[in-house]
């Protein structure tokens, strides 16, 4: 059974930095293809960036592009999610998401491409 959980969140402040950590087990790492979600109070949930299973390549959603970075140590079984400039519309529950295999770029940031996903870390962006 494939697991996900997330770490590394807190509370930092507008223009400051975290990094947050996509551990997966039960399976390799390197047959999954994973993505970054978050979700707002309010709002819904929202893909943000991923990780393609074929070559690693990263993609990232207009709302992140040039702040955040995705990277994949499949070594570690782990997916990283670097943010910088942090900015308080950050503010979100952050979710880790698996699927085993390739997936239609069309589904790279919609929630039904996905079939494992972690409980979440709060981030929050405040001064």
């Known amino acids: 059974q494939v697991q996900v959980v997330e770490s590394g969140g807190g509370l930092v402040q507008p223009g400051g930095s975290l990094r947050l950590s996509c551990a997966v087990s039960?399976?390799?790492?390197?047959?999954?293809?994973v993505g970054w979600f978050r979700q707002a109070p309010g709002k819904e949930r929202e893909g943000i960036s991923c990780?393609?299973?074929?070559?690693?390549?990263?993609h990232y959603a207009d709302s992140v592009k040039g702040r955040f970075a995705i990277s994949r140590d499949n070594a570690k079984n782990t997916v990283y999610l670097q943010m910088n400039n942090l900015k308080p519309e950050d503010t979100a529950v952050y979710y880790c998401?698996?699927?085993?295999?390739?997936?239609?770029?069309?589904?790279?940031?919609?929630?039904?491409?996905?079939?494992?996903w972690g409980q979440g870390t709060q981030v929050t962006v405040s001064s």
């Open positions: 990780t393609s299973v074929k070559d690693g390549s990263p």
């Open positions: 998401a698996a699927v085993f295999q390739a997936i239609d770029p069309d589904y790279y940031y919609d929630i039904r491409g996905y079939d494992y």
């Open positions: 039960g399976d390799t790492l390197n047959s999954y293809h």
